[in-house]
């Protein structure tokens, strides 16, 4: 089967407007740069995304919020980018902020079909206001609800036409547990190979996860913040 796609810019015309995103990579590392880039250029809007964090100001999903197409964003922290610090203290943006390791636990739920898991995290904070909670061998528990969405954007080191991914050190971060939890995956890969070309016991995601491939190209795979000795 072959899943390959001709370019970001046609991985962007499936994506409607209001749809929701799982965005790959921690901080800029292994972020799908080509599908974000590609999605802000179609000026798709009200998005709700799914990431970590938000990129920096003019790069990753910072592009996204700066030109006000993202509705909403779920991440773990605000980061590095002043405009959606601004937005989010301006009440212009919706923010669902959630403790990292519970964050990357809900996705798992989502990919894996778990209707919800209890966590100690959070519990006695804002975190918890709303939800349901538990005493557990007399230790308090918070329920959290797994998440999904209608696409995950995914940035990998080697796929082939199958989709099965490779990724590279710790640029693999959040990539491979959102593959799992979209009704529909697209995977950016800098390098496409043909199937069998890469070993099955290297296969980090499995093509059954992916939906579409495509070949990525002129990646600027930027610092976040650089710090260097005098």
Same mark, same amino acid.
């Given at each position: 089967?072959?899943?390959? &796609?001709?370019?970001?810019?046609?991985?962007?015309? $499936?994506?409607?407007?209001?749809?929701? +995103?799982?965005?790959?990579?921690?901080? &800029?590392?292994? +972020?799908?740069?080509?599908?974000?880039?590609?999605?802000?250029? #179609?000026?798709? !809007?009200?998005?709700?995304?799914?990431?970590?964090?938000?990129?920096?100001?003019?790069?990753?999903?910072?592009?996204?919020?700066?030109?006000?197409?993202?509705?909403?964003?779920?991440?773990?922290?605000? /980061?590095?980018?002043?405009?959606?610090?601004?937005?989010?203290?301006?009440?212009?943006?919706?923010?669902? $902020?959630?403790?990292?390791?519970? =964050?990357?636990?809900?996705?798992?739920?989502?990919?894996? /079909?778990?209707?919800?898991?209890?966590?100690?995290?959070?519990?006695?904070?804002?975190?918890?206001?709303?939800?349901?909670?538990?005493?557990?061998?007399?230790?308090?528990?918070? $329920?959290?609800?797994?998440?999904?969405?209608?696409?995950? =954007?995914?940035?990998?080191?080697?796929?082939? #036409?199958?989709?099965?991914?490779?990724? !590279?050190?710790?640029?693999?971060? =959040?990539?491979?547990?959102?593959?799992?939890?979209?009704?529909?995956?697209?995977?950016?890969?800098?390098? &496409?190979?043909?199937?069998?070309? +890469?070993?099955?016991?290297?296969?980090?995601?499995?093509? +059954?996860?992916?939906?579409?491939? &495509?070949?990525?190209?002129?990646?600027?795979?930027?610092?976040?913040?650089?710090?260097?000795?005098?």
């Amino acid at each position: 089967m072959n899943k390959v &796609l001709a370019s970001a810019a046609a991985a962007a015309a $499936l994506v409607p407007d209001g749809a929701t +995103i799982m965005m790959g990579g921690f901080g &800029l590392c292994g +972020i799908p740069e080509q599908l974000i880039a590609a999605l802000h250029a #179609r000026g798709s !809007r009200d998005l709700t995304v799914i990431s970590n964090n938000a990129g920096v100001d003019d790069f990753g999903i910072g592009v996204l919020l700066r030109a006000r197409q993202v509705r909403k964003m779920i991440s773990t922290y605000v /980061g590095e980018n002043k405009e959606f610090e601004r937005q989010f203290l301006a009440g212009e943006l919706e923010v669902e $902020l959630v403790p990292q390791g519970t =964050f990357a636990e809900r996705i798992r739920a989502g990919g894996a /079909g778990i209707g919800g898991f209890f966590t100690p995290t959070g519990c006695g904070t804002l975190v918890a206001e709303g939800k349901e909670t538990r005493t557990i061998d007399g230790k308090p528990y918070v $329920l959290e609800k797994p998440l999904r969405a209608d696409f995950a =954007f995914v940035k990998a080191w080697r796929g082939d #036409r199958a989709g099965n991914l490779v990724y !590279r050190k710790t640029a693999r971060n =959040f990539n491979p547990v959102m593959a799992t939890a979209a009704a529909v995956t697209i995977a950016e890969v800098e390098q &496409l190979v043909e199937p069998g070309a +890469i070993d099955p016991d290297h296969i980090v995601t499995p093509g +059954i996860f992916v939906t579409h491939i &495509l070949q990525g190209g002129k990646y600027e795979k930027r610092i976040e913040k650089r710090t260097t000795r005098p």
